[in-house]
């Protein structure tokens, strides 16, 4: 039973992480909340949807062959990355709109309204474009597998898919580590987090870093958007109910951290996931809450906070 | 010698129609330190600030070498040849010595294979630190890294803002001294400081800034007679005194 729970929450906390990521360089960079977020994790599931009906047609339409254990094929990978260009693409527009034109002469504040009213637009419209009933990305049945025996710590079970997403999170946050760590470009992104005006005087471009750091954090929510729609389902809410979530994980590991979003993220999943037979699956979501107001109680700068700065 | 950077009638501020900087005109020759000096509020981070790229200019001319370059992006000055070294939090704190050096030599597209063991030759502390996080070094370190970090790309202009605040005594004699040793290379030095007797015993020249205007530019030596700064620094107290 112990085991499971570990093994679904990290399921969940891997792709809330991946989106806390977005939040949590967004805000270290830009200095703002961004809300608009969500609507980026929910747009990247239902543009790759598109794509996936794209890719699916160009092979000559039916069935979808999946590929080895999993439920779908070399068409969902290819709209995985398609959707997560195109959610890159309407980060930049939304930022040359909307934040660009804010932050030149707006406070913290107002860019973090802006985004309130960004994100409603933006689920809105997309409500509007794909209509409001759950959607799949593929309708093959999964069976879950067992990995360790139901005698040791009441046993671990998971769906390939499970571990698929899992596995390209672990990834995807371990190439984003060494991204940032060791390149240029993100050497340059942790000193304009930093500090801007030091950036500027040693040469570097900030608008360039800003641009990079949209179109990181989009990629990343859309890919955690697709995750979400591959191992439960699509509905227009995707990206408003993670954003709880996604702010608790940010906050737990200290804003402007990444590997803190990326701890933050797992201990958010590994709580909800425990609340489940805790105190019951309907109040799954409150343990995101629960766990954001024992973080600003105890340390509201966050786990990895000294780090951030 | 000729003249690595030129500033004329320049006029900036943070807030357009409020001018800090008013008039200011100053001239530096390659190899030579100025100290820009001045009492509290004369502009003199300011007038740093906008030549660097940092601070509006409303007008006036900047040109550095035979290019003009008033109103440049900051990052475009610092790839042209300017360096710049603020005040405080001058390194990134989360990135290590290396990183810092490295980071500045990759955006700026110099060698820093090349480079980096120059400026680790002329500032040793930084070769034994250069695994360390910048925001664990001494208030020394930390000042030779800012230093070191203008300096990767090769800058004709060099601009620092109060390098002496915060420093013992012991090591504003360290600091300035290896000002003198890079302003002997060739690079043109602006030096803003509020430590008047150590700037003026390493610069040529002395520039007093008052109320956003140069009000007089002459030989360090001939303002290190005492009582010339006091006179030069508050020139109302005098006139109005009886």
Redesign the interface.
């Known amino acids: 039973m112990i085991l499971q729970i570990i093994a679904d929450g990290l399921i969940v906390g891997s792709t809330i992480a991946l989106g806390a990521i977005g939040l949590t360089m967004t805000y270290s960079l830009l200095r703002f909340a961004n809300f608009a977020h969500g609507e980026f994790i929910a747009w990247g599931a239902y543009l790759a949807l598109t794509f996936l009906g794209f890719f699916i047609a160009l092979g000559g339409g039916g069935a979808m062959a999946p590929l080895g254990p999993f439920s779908f094929g070399w068409q969902l990978l290819a709209a995985l990355v398609a959707g997560a260009i195109a959610t890159a693409l309407l980060a930049l527009v939304l930022d040359w709109l909307l934040f660009d034109r804010l932050s030149a002469q707006g406070s913290a504040i107002v860019l973090t309204i802006a985004s309130f009213g960004a994100a409603l637009a933006l689920r809105n419209f997309l409500q509007f474009v794909y209509g409001s009933l759950p959607a799949y990305y593929t309708r093959e049945l999964q069976i879950a597998i067992h990995i360790v025996p139901r005698d040791v710590g009441g046993g671990l079970r998971a769906t390939p898919d499970q571990l698929f997403v899992l596995g390209l999170a672990l990834v995807l946050v371990v190439g984003l580590h060494l991204f940032l760590q060791r390149t240029t470009a993100g050497r340059a992104m942790r000193a304009v987090a930093h500090n801007p005006a030091l950036a500027r005087v040693t040469g570097i471009d900030v608008a360039s870093v800003v641009r990079w750091t949209w179109i990181l954090g989009a990629i990343l929510a859309a890919v955690a958007g697709t995750f979400a729609g591959l191992v439960g389902q699509l509905r227009p809410q995707i990206g408003f109910d993670l954003l709880l979530p996604l702010f608790a994980a940010a906050i737990l590991g200290g804003i402007g951290s990444v590997p803190g979003a990326v701890i933050g993220g797992l201990i958010v999943g590994l709580a909800e996931s425990a609340a489940v037979p805790l105190i019951g699956a309907e109040y799954r979501a409150a343990a995101a809450f629960g766990v954001l107001i024992a973080i600003l109680l105890v340390r509201p700068q966050g786990l990895f906070a000294e780090r951030a700065k | 010698m000729s003249t690595a950077l030129a500033i004329a009638e320049l006029e900036a501020g943070y807030e357009p129609g409020l001018a800090i900087v008013r008039g200011a005109s100053l001239e530096i020759a390659a190899g030579e330190i100025v100290a820009l000096l001045g009492p509290n509020g004369a502009g003199k981070s300011t007038l740093a600030k906008a030549v660097?790229?940092?601070v509006p200019i409303f007008s006036g001319s900047v040109r550095l070498g035979e290019k003009e370059i008033a109103g440049a992006?900051?990052?475009l000055?610092?790839?042209a040849g300017l360096?710049?070294v603020?005040q405080t939090?001058?390194?990134?704190?989360?990135?290590t010595v290396a990183?810092n050096l490295?980071?500045?030599a990759?955006?700026?597209h110099v060698k820093a294979k090349q480079r980096l063991p120059e400026l680790y030759a002329l500032f040793p502390d930084l070769a034994k630190a250069r695994r360390i996080d910048a925001?664990r070094l001494s208030g020394g370190q930390r000042q030779m890294l800012a230093m070191a970090?203008?300096l990767v790309?090769n800058p004709r202009v060099l601009i620092l803002d109060e390098p002496s605040a915060g420093l013992s005594p012991k090591l504003v004699e360290h600091a300035f001294a290896k000002l003198a040793e890079i302003a002997a290379s060739g690079v043109a030095v602006l030096l803003v400081e509020q430590n008047v007797k150590a700037a003026l015993a390493i610069a040529a020249r002395g520039a007093v800034l008052v109320e956003g205007r140069v009000h007089v530019d002459a030989p360090a030596r001939d303002l290190q007679v005492p009582g010339v700064l006091e006179r030069l620094f508050f020139p109302h107290a005098e006139a109005a005194a009886p």
């Open positions: 660097a790229g940092l992006q900051a990052h000055l610092a790839r360096g710049f603020p939090e001058n390194v990134f704190a989360p990135l990183e490295e980071l500045a990759a955006v700026a925001g970090r203008a790309p």
